[in-house]
């Protein structure tokens, strides 16, 4: 009789391991949904001109496939940029509101540690200059960057994409803009951008 005890309490100490360990999923999987994030901060100092300014993204992403998550965002950006002229310092701000809608596709996404590409489409609009004095700088644009994921746990992820291949169309909304458009290609560490993810 204690050998079937010790059988049956053996049985359920595996069984009990196993479900643990299944629980502990470190990746991403079809149906997955989840949050990110980022935060930026700036500041720039150039003669007698300085600028200030802060980025907060929020986005939420859903796994269609194994490998692949479509993504939307948000992003509020506002910008300060001083300037001094004898002596006397002039404060120009820039407040933007920017919308995009993406996808990435993910190289072993299961795994705790992954690579990715991802594809983005982006509009925004920037409002530079305070009461009637100010005008509307719009911007449409597009981007592939490829990147890298790391789970920390089963929840709790680190994204970063590195480097850029993008264009991008800005006009001010005044009679007579014209549009200014950037065609950008960057595969270096100068175009690094990180940001949290919170898997449910």
């Not at 150039?46 to 907060?56: A, H, L, Q, V, W």
């Not at 939307?72 to 120009?92: H, N």
């Not at 705790?112 to 719009?138: M, P």
């Amino acid at each position: 009789m204690k050998k079937i005890i010790l059988t049956v309490a053996a049985v359920f100490a595996i069984s009990f391991v196993n479900a643990q360990e299944g629980s502990d999923n470190q990746g991403f999987a079809k149906g997955d949904l989840y949050m990110s994030g980022s935060v930026g901060i700036n500041s720039t100092k150039m003669g007698d001109i300085k600028s200030d300014g802060y980025t907060f993204s929020p986005g939420v992403g859903y796994f269609v496939t194994e490998n692949i998550a479509l993504e939307g965002s948000i992003s509020l950006t506002k910008q300060t940029v001083g300037v001094e002229v004898e002596g006397e310092t002039f404060d120009i701000e820039s407040t933007g509101l920017a919308f995009a809608v993406g996808g990435k596709y993910f190289f072993t996404p299961a795994d705790k540690f992954s690579f990715f590409a991802g594809l983005g489409v982006g509009y925004g609009v920037n409002e530079i200059g305070e009461g009637e004095e100010t005008v509307d700088l719009k911007t449409f644009s597009v981007a592939l960057a490829p990147g890298v994921n790391y789970f920390f746990n089963s929840h709790f992820a680190a994204q970063a994409s590195i480097g850029v291949l993008g264009y991008s169309s800005s006009k001010f909304d005044f009679e007579g803009a014209e549009a200014m458009n950037t065609f950008n290609l960057s595969l270096d560490l100068t175009n690094v951008n990180f940001s949290l993810i919170y898997k449910f």
